[in-house]
């Protein structure tokens, strides 16, 4: 079975979609003293995602 392509708009809905569901706003790098932030702990390429509406 072929694994699905998913475009990089449809990568960032779905991690903003993520974000939301537990409880985070916002990925970055260093997320210190950022209450609602998940630390990227890997390589990025591009924009971050935001779980804000």
């Known amino acids: 079975m072929a ?3 998913y475009t990089p708009e449809q990568v960032d809905q779905i991690l903003g979609h993520w974000l939301l569901a537990n409880g985070y706003e916002e990925i970055s790098l260093q997320c210190e003293n950022k209450s609602a932030c998940y630390q990227w702990q890997g390589t ?3 924009r971050y ?3 804000k509406k």
């Open 44 to 46: 990025w390429v591009g």
């Open 49 to 51: 995602p935001t779980g």
């Open 3 to 5: 694994r699905k392509k």
